[in-house]
């Protein structure tokens, strides 16, 4: 039985088109997924290198779960600095592209240098081919996907930049079989700083597991488990969708950009998941050997959109393209969540962008003649979808609004600041004064702004299994989404939850951070078990897990200068009070906020005036190397990304 997991490289030198094989030995404590990604970056990266610089790298993972038959392993992790927030960034896609890279023969890939010509790179059993981009220099995600399968066949994975990349938009994205995205923290502005315009993937070899008999038993009981959840029958039936009246109900909703958080019932009804499926839904859509399919192909048949086929429309399109521009249409949702795919951006910084400049033209401190002519107004469809355009392009205003609002507003007059609502440099998406664990999450998460590293959904959703919430985490006030106290430690527990499932390469829905009775640790350690023969304790994966949580702090430290200061939410959601709903009155109080800050720091053993691992945490997760970097001042200066 191996004690650790070794698994195959492909260095891929984009300055000279030379490509190395090498493996994980030396980084096998943190198994695979992204905790190959982040050691990887933390060790080859030095602070005074920016995120477009030639020695930054992007690496690309799967994990001992990528290509098997178990449900939800459509995952790729990818790992960089981010030109966002200037620190560490895990941006995660579904798709089929993880798979295939071990198909071709690899778990993981790593750029660096810049290809002093645009290029793609083309893999296939263990062969890298280099090929000249210039041809496809301009072209849209969908069109150079197309040209892909024309040239290479049906058969292959892409991973595409579109013109914001190209653009070096700071929020592009990069977008994985046209409709699956790396979205957050400017990965593909990133990629277009290599002249990386895609890389393309295919194989035909096998996935080794090592204990077959114990992996289809766990299969077997993760069917089960899908068969007998309500909440994942709601899910397999209307994806993410299924989640409009739960968090209709919880104020999980942003409206008008933050003004409110109870939406208009006009709007909560034509974005029923019910409705929606009668006007759009074609079928669902799958990743790999997902039985889920939480992304439905839509269609719109009618209206000024009529004829456009995509996939991808989830809950986040409903509020960033729906309720926080005051926008009742889904199939402008479709609309635009389609045009952000095609130029690959990310939407929720789009929306964040857009809701911004209504909100400033609605108080009269940004004008018409700010705008190019422009006037933004909420439930302005027309006006939306011009500024996402020239925001791909960089054409006129759209050249500043590609910074993202923190650096937007610093070019408009000095009240849009209050406005422009960003955690860490990054657009903020998440409503945080109705939910106080899940706003912590977000808060607190190295990526900024970002529900999908530690932020708890079960405040918004009925928990069934009581007894199961209390064993996990240890707490009683698990579905009280305004209370305090106890929100620290679910938070801790899906730190660690989230990062395991990007170590395994699996998606989150698949875990239970969807539904307490969904994959928890325990059940992980089985199936690093059944797939690798790796056999951990399950003190062990959480320590490994927190020496990821912990890295990401130190070089955002380092890289950013992110302390305690940072994990703060946005002055605006401080001061101002929910006017209305569930949550009505609510303010994130900053003495309670003080003193959750301090209850988290103390749980994970960090330094509570700064925020950061002590001393004694580093060394009990085996990171003594990177006590030096905490004791000194860092080497860049707080709130780098301005």
Avoid at 71 to 86: D, H, I, L
Avoid at 285 to 293: F, L, M, V
Avoid at 297 to 306: D, L, Q, S, V, W
Avoid at 466 to 494: C, R, S, W
Wanted: aromatic share 10%.
């Amino acid at each position: 039985m191996p004690k650790e997991l070794v698994q195959k490289i492909v260095r891929i030198d984009l300055t000279n088109w030379k490509e190395k094989i090498e493996t994980t030995e030396k980084y096998s404590k943190f198994i695979s997924g992204m905790g190959i990604g982040e050691i990887i970056l933390y060790e080859e990266v030095e602070p005074w290198m920016s995120p477009y610089d030639p020695g930054n790298k992007i690496i690309i993972s799967s994990g001992p779960l990528s290509g098997t038959a178990f449900p939800g392993t459509g995952r790729t992790a990818m790992v960089t600095k981010s030109p966002m927030t200037m620190g560490m960034v895990s941006s995660n896609s579904g798709g089929n592209f993880s798979a295939k890279l071990r198909f071709a023969g690899f778990e993981h890939i790593v750029f660096e240098g810049k290809s002093p010509k645009p290029v793609y790179i083309y893999i296939k059993n263990g062969k890298i081919e280099f090929y000249n981009a210039s041809e496809i220099v301009g072209k849209t995600v969908w069109e150079t996907d197309d040209f892909f399968r024309g040239k290479f066949g049906d058969n292959v994975q892409t991973l595409i930049i579109g013109p914001a990349g190209e653009n070096m938009v700071r929020y592009a994205s990069v977008m994985v079989d046209k409709h699956r995205a790396f979205g957050r923290c400017g990965v593909g502005a990133v990629m277009g700083s290599k002249n990386l315009k895609g890389v393309v993937v295919d194989g035909t070899g096998p996935v080794e597991i090592y204990d077959e008999k114990l992996f289809f038993e766990l299969l077997d009981d993760m069917h089960n488990r899908l068969d007998r959840l309500p909440s994942m029958e709601k899910f397999i039936k209307d994806g993410t969708m299924a989640n409009v009246t739960g968090k209709a109900q919880f104020g999980g909703y942003v409206y008008k950009h933050f003004q409110d958080l109870s939406i208009p019932k006009n709007i909560e009804d034509n974005f029923q998941p019910g409705v929606i499926a009668e006007k759009y839904r074609v079928c669902q859509s799958t990743c790999y050997g997902c039985i889920i399919g939480c992304q439905p192909r839509y269609r719109i048949t009618e209206g000024p959109y009529a004829g456009l086929t995509m996939e991808g429309t989830q809950f986040n399109s409903s509020l960033d393209f729906g309720t926080k521009l005051d926008i009742d249409n889904f199939g402008f949702c479709i609309k635009a969540t389609a045009l952000c795919n095609d130029f690959g951006m990310d939407i929720d910084c789009v929306a964040e962008t857009i809701g911004w400049l209504m909100e400033c033209c609605e108080k009269g401190i940004i004008t018409s003649d700010e705008l190019d002519g422009l006037f933004p107004t909420f439930g302005d469809e027309e006006t939306s979808l011009k500024l996402i355009r020239k925001m791909a392009y960089r054409d006129g205003i759209g050249s500043i609004l590609s910074e993202g609002v923190a650096r937007a507003a610093t070019q408009f007059d000095e009240e849009t600041k209050y406005y422009a609502m960003h955690i860490k440099g990054n657009d903020l998406y998440e409503p945080l004064r109705s939910l106080i664990g899940y706003g912590l999450g977000s808060v607190t998460s190295t990526r900024g702004g970002s529900h999908v590293l530690g932020s708890p959904l079960c405040e918004s959703w009925s928990i069934e299994n009581h007894e199961l919430a209390k064993e996990k985490f240890g707490i009683n006030t698990y579905d009280k989404p305004l209370e305090y106290q106890g929100k620290p430690e679910m938070v801790k527990y899906y730190e660690i939850i989230t990062r395991i499932s990007s170590v395994m390469g699996i998606c989150l829905f698949a875990s239970d951070w969807q539904d307490m009775d969904m994959l928890g640790i325990a059940d992980f350690i089985k199936l690093l078990k059944a797939t690798t023969g790796i056999d951990i304790s399950e003190e062990e994966i959480i320590r490994r897990m927190l020496a990821l949580l912990a890295i990401e702090k130190v070089f955002n430290y380092t890289h950013a200068g992110f302390d305690r200061n940072d994990d703060y939410p946005p002055k605006r959601l401080m001061e101002e009070k929910v006017p209305t709903g569930f949550a009505k009155g609510s303010v994130l109080d900053k003495e309670r906020w003080d003193k959750l800050l301090d209850k988290y720091y103390e749980i994970h053993g960090w330094n509570k005036d700064t925020g950061l691992p002590s001393k004694e945490t580093l060394e009990e997760l085996g990171l003594g190397f990177c006590i030096e970097e905490v004791e000194k001042k860092a080497k860049a200066p707080g709130h780098a990304f301005l």
